[in-house]
Nanobody, 120 residues
């Protein structure tokens, strides 16, 4: 079955950096769109970044220029490099996947998430 396991979250001061990872298993990773989402308690889920099977990327306006999504198909792993972090980036971050091409921020499967906390 599809499994997505996020890691790399933690607490960091404003302006700092974190690198999130998502280990994928149970599906043909290279054939799937991969997405990073985030959600804070009581707030709507927000798309952060996505990467197509051909490596094409897209970002939410709020993170463009600060976050970089990448994938390593040989390791079935998705990454999110987060630089210049702000307190507003504090959220639970989830990786998610959808077979084939990305469809906006849509997904079929999602991991359990990793918490990112940015202090001012």
């Amino acid at each position: 079955q599809v499994q997505l396991v996020e890691s790399g979250g933690g607490s960091v001061q404003s302006g700092g950096s974190l690198r999130l990872s998502c280990a994928a298993s149970g599906f043909s990773f290279s054939d799937f769109c991969m997405v990073w989402l985030r959600q804070a308690p009581g707030k709507e889920r927000e798309g952060v970044a996505r990467i197509e099977t051909d490596g094409t990327t897209a970002y939410a306006t709020s993170v463009k220029g600060r976050f970089t999504i990448s994938r390593e198909n040989a390791k079935n792993t998705l990454y999110l490099q987060m630089n210049s972090l702000k307190p507003d980036d504090t959220n639970m971050y989830f990786c998610a996947t959808l077979r084939g091409r990305c469809w906006g921020w849509g997904f079929s499967y999602r991991g359990q998430g990793t918490q990112v906390t940015v202090s001012s």
